[in-house]
């Protein structure tokens, strides 16, 4: 059985940082496509970033409001994501989930989920 669990979550001030974890158990994050979604209150859950399967040659994904500001990372040995996040902003205010992908180069679909962690950002 496949568990993602996300923490790091919290309250922080505008231009302030926080890294979430997302731990997994029953699949490792270097053989899976691993993605950072987030849903803010009324709109509909989007992509943030997301990392390819392999520990030597991989590609990473950020859709444009947070490049440059967001790193998503793999610590395989703790068989764990990260999302390492600066500059935040109101508008990234929201609620994250980690979700593992069976195809770990085209992520055609996400197949495992975490329950979420809450982001507020604080203007």
């Known amino acids: 059985q496949v568990q993602l669990v996300e923490s790091g979550g919290g309250l922080v001030q505008a231009g302030g940082s926080l890294r979430l974890s997302c731990a997994a158990s029953?699949?490792?994050?270097?053989?899976?496509?691993m993605g950072w979604f987030r849903q803010a209150p009324g709109k509909q859950r989007e992509l943030v970033a997301r990392?390819?399967?392999?520990?030597?040659?991989?590609?990473?994904y950020y859709v444009d409001s947070v490049k440059g500001r967001f790193t998503i990372s793999r610590d395989s040995a703790k068989n764990t994501v990260f999302l390492q996040m600066n500059s935040l902003q109101p508008e990234d205010t929201g609620v994250y989930y980690c979700?593992?992908?069976?195809?770990?180069?085209?992520?055609?679909?996400?197949?495992?989920w975490g329950q979420g962690t809450q982001v507020t950002v604080s203007s």
């Open positions: 979700a593992a992908s069976k195809y770990g180069t085209t992520m055609k679909s996400w197949d495992y």
């Open positions: 029953g699949r490792t994050v270097s053989s899976s496509g």
């Open positions: 990392i390819s399967s392999g520990d030597t040659t991989y590609y990473a």
